[in-house]
Every structure is written in C-alpha cells, then in structure tokens.
C-alpha cells in the first residue's frame, strides 16, 4: 500500500486536490457565540434528516458539517481533508482504500463512532429500494472490511483515483449502527450541531453541543436557526430588515440594492453551478437526437448570462464541467444560437413545427421561468413552440425534476470530473435527469475513473464533455456564480468554498460573529 500525498497526487493527477486529514485549520481570529439565523431556500415539507434524500440548500446546509459529518471534506481552499476520517492510503491500482477513523467521537445519543458505523451508514445507499444520489459511489463498493474498531478497508470494483473525494459527498453521512432510523427521525449525527426542533418545510433549531473534535477550529455559534424562506424576494427581504443573518442565492436583480445596505456583505465566487434544461431522452420527441440539436441551436446562451444571472457566470456548453474543474474543456466547439441549424435538424427530424411543453419553477433556480419565456421566444423562429408551464414550488424536486419530458433545474457541479459525471450521467443511476445513453461515454467514464496518467485522463474527458455537449439531453445554457449575502455583522476565512453555495453549504461550521 502506499499512501497519496500531494506531490504524489499532482504528479499522477490523481484528484484536484490534497489526500491528507490534518483536519480543519485553527482560526485565531473567530469567536464563540450567538446565534445565526440563516434564511434558505429549498425546503421541502417532506425533508428529512435521511441524506439520501437531500437534494437542495436547506437540508445539505443542515446536514453535512452541522448535525453529521461525512468521513472526509472538500475544505474552503478546494483541498481534501480527514472529517471522520483522519487517514487513508490506496493500493497502486486504486481498487483498494484503507481508511483509518478518528478515535473519541461520539454520537448526540452518547454512543461511539466507529467501523460499523462506517459500514451500516454506506450499506444504507444499497439497500433494497433505497432511492439514493450516492448509489453509484457506494454500488462501486465490492466488500467493506472492518479491520478494527477504528480502521475499515474497502474493495472496489474497479479503481478509482478520486474514492476518498467522493466520501465528502453531503448524501453519505455518517448515523449510529443499529438505530438509523431513530438517527434519521431525530437528527442523531456526530456534527457540531445537535437537533433542538424540526419542522420540516418550515424551521430547524439546532445547538451547539458541549465538546466536540473540532472544538478551537470550527463550530462558532451556540446555536443556528434556519428558516425556510423560498420566496427569493421575501429571502432578500428578511436579510435586509434584520430578520435573518445570512441568505442563500442572492436574486440579482436584487443585488444591487443589496449591495447598497452598508451593513449587508455580498459573497460571490465562482464554481461549477450551472443552470439547466434536462429533457429525458427515453420519451418522445427527445429520443430523436435531431430534435434535441433543433433545441440546442435555438437557445440564446449570452443573453440568459445578461438578463438572468446580470453577468454573474458565464455561458455554458451543454455539458455539466465548470470552469472551476481541473479537466474543464474550454476549447471545445461552443454551441451557440442558430436559427438556420436548428431549422436544418428539425427538417432531418421531419418536422417543420415542434410543440413542446416546458415545466419550470423558480424553485428550479431564481429566474428559471424568466430564462425559459427568452428560450421560447428565441426558438421560435425555427418553428419550435415552447410552452412554459409554471410549477408549484413545493413538491418540484419530487413531481417534476425526474418525472416530465421536459423542466428546468440546477447542478451545483462536483468537485472532480468522475463525481460530476457518475451522479447525473452514468447509465442507470437515479439522478440521470436525461436517462441518456451512449456507449462511447460510458466506456470512457469507466476508463477514466480508474487512470492516474493526467494527459491521457484530460484527453478522455475531453471526448466526454463533446459526446454530452453534441449529442446528450441536457441543455447547459449557463454556469451561475454562488451569489450569496449576509451581515456585516458576520466574518470568515481567507477563502469561501466553490462546491456549493454558502461557503460549500458549510458556513454554519466556518463562519463566526465578528
């Protein structure tokens, strides 16, 4: 076995990233106290403290690094570090990983953390009938072995560069062997936060608990209270008059007046987040790939980066790696619109006119149904009639992401290329929001995963970032940048994290009361 440094890494490219578990840095200049309010959207009324299910802002916001803890973490500087883990190392093939886990923690219920912990909490994304995003990683997953109380080796059925990257996934969180279900009712995890109430849908008050690992380096508050606010104007709003401390994803047309308030901070960076239009290439009329071209040349990519996101991102490409991946082909032919072509793939399609209904919400992202009234106009001149149904917000992710032809939705993109593509793009995973399928790119998907050679690795996904951009179901008209807001009041790090909004969904652990 040899274990990965960072030099090692970077030589072999291995991952964008650092395989090392010093855990978090100490921060000398934060300070205990207070308690934070936080306003997010994506709350559901059917939420819950199960990771398998989280799939929005509020529940990754408070699962991972409030009341759980995953066994590894993606830190604010984009490198990897030991959560529950504190250190690991591969065989030369990467198919075998031995994680060593961290000694004295406990659960909110007193029991302690270990191997079996490990191993009922991922078994959890196989079980029969689980419906998890995290399925893919854990299904790679031939035999957990416990090795002792504090020490767990894993076989894979294939080698994976990026494995220890992919157990900081929010979905993977770490519960108590035995009483899971308890776990998941009550919020039993190992975080920095403990459960004091939940109401899913509408509130969660969650406390500080007395000791903790990371006591000195993270967990600031004495306790967060996270409101559900999805309502984007009613969000900027409760910011603005003192109600709350800090809000997710900043309605640009708002930020200007944001930006104005002296005792408002804005925080932007820009990560993988892109703004999509997934359609389900297994129905009709997606299934024929000259429709789905019509549709591709008859989006105005610019003028969504204008009017929806006011400048804040940039265009996409109809592939689903950002500008803040390491393997992000910025070469490659840039789709853009054209009425001609998209009149030219309808005639192979064998139609002159295409009704098609489009299913958005704002729950989707802000401005979702505004970027889809400019798609129908700019369409329509290639005799494409797009119809834009207005959802409900509530029930979106679960009535029609997944479920109808056609919608609007998000990726917050992943920090490697395998993790972004084995979610949403693998055949058969469960949030394939396309159900595309394509030889070729699965092929490569298995190749690349397994290479530790960074120029042939960067050529595979190259050829993948095509294949989906000229011939998959997903449109990509935008990457948005994580605008987001917050008092003055409030201080952090020298770096914000780029995976996810709000600090990497992670500000409840990192920030502090200035």
């Known amino acids: 076995m040899s274990q990965l440094n960072r030099r090692g890494l970077l030589k072999t490219g291995v991952a964008a990233g650092v395989i090392a578990a010093t ?33 929005d802002a509020f529940m990754i916001n408070m699962g991972h690094g409030t009341v759980f803890d995953c066994l590894t973490e993606v830190t604010a500087a984009g490198e990897l570090i030991g959560e529950l883990a504190v250190s690991w190392e591969a065989s030369a093939d990467a198919k075998i990983w031995t994680f060593n886990l961290r000694k004295g923690v406990t659960f909110h219920n007193g029991k302690s953390f270990g191997a079996d912990d490990v191993i009922e ?41 990026d494995f220890p990257f992919l157990l900081s996934d929010y979905h993977i969180l770490m519960y108590p062997a035995g009483m899971v279900d308890e776990a998941i009712a009550k919020g039993i995890g190992t975080g920095l936060y403990k459960v004091v ?14 000791s903790h690992y990371k006591d000195g380096r993270a967990g600031w508050f004495d306790g967060i209270e996270a409101i559900a606010i999805n309502d984007a104007s009613a969000r900027m709003n409760a910011l603005m008059t003192g109600q709350v401390d800090a809000v997710n994803r900043v309605d640009v047309k708002t930020e200007p007046l944001l930006r104005a308030n002296p005792n408002i901070n804005i925080f932007e960076v820009t990560g993988n987040q892109h703004f999509t239009f997934p359609m389900l290439t ?5 299934d024929d790939i000259n429709v789905r071209k019509a549709l591709k040349y008859g989006i105005n990519r610019q003028e969504m980066v204008d009017k929806i996101l006011q400048g804040h991102g940039k265009v996409g490409n109809d592939h689903p790696i950002g500008p803040a991946n390491q393997y992000f082909a910025s070469d490659i ?12 793939y309808m005639k192979a399609a064998g139609l002159t006119e295409l009704n098609v209904d489009l299913n958005v919400s704002d729950a989707a992202f802000n401005g979702a149904t505004d970027a889809a009234q400019l798609y129908q106009a700019s369409a329509k001149g290639a005799g494409i009639n797009i119809n834009v149904n207005q959802e409900p917000a509530d029930g979106y992710w679960s009535n029609v992401w997944l479920v109808k032809g056609w919608c609007a939705s998000y990726w917050s993109g992943r920090a490697t290329e395998d993790w972004m593509f084995s979610t949403a793009y693998e055949s058969g995973v469960p949030w394939n929001d396309t159900h595309w399928e394509n030889a070729r790119f699965q092929e490569l998907l298995i190749s690349a995963r397994a290479e530790l050679d960074s120029v042939k690795r960067r050529d595979q996904y190259t050829e993948m970032q095509i294949l989906c951009s000229e011939q998959g179901g997903q449109i990509v008209p935008m990457y948005a940048n994580y605008v987001d807001a917050a008092s003055s009041k409030l201080a952090h790090g020298a770096n914000l994290g780029n995976s996810f909004q709000m600090d990497s969904s992670r500000l409840t652990e990192r920030w502090w009361f200035a």
């Open 23 to 55: 855990g978090l840095p100490a921060r000398s200049a934060a300070t205990r106290g207070g308690t934070l309010r936080l306003g997010l959207n994506g709350a559901n009324t059917s939420d819950s403290f199960d990771g398998r299910t989280h799939s």
């Open 197 to 210: 109430s939940f109401d899913p849908g509408v509130r969660c008050v969650v406390a500080r608990v007395d």
């Open 333 to 344: 032919p840039q789709i853009e619109l054209d009425i001609d072509k998209a009149k030219f």
């Open 121 to 161: 909490s991922l078994g959890m994304h196989t079980a029969e009938g689980a419906k998890s995003a995290a399925k893919p990683i854990v299904s790679a997953i031939t035999e957990m072995k416990k090795m002792s109380e504090h020490q767990i080796q894993f076989t894979l059925a294939a080698g994976n560069a």
């Open 282 to 286: 297994d129905q009709t009329p997606f």
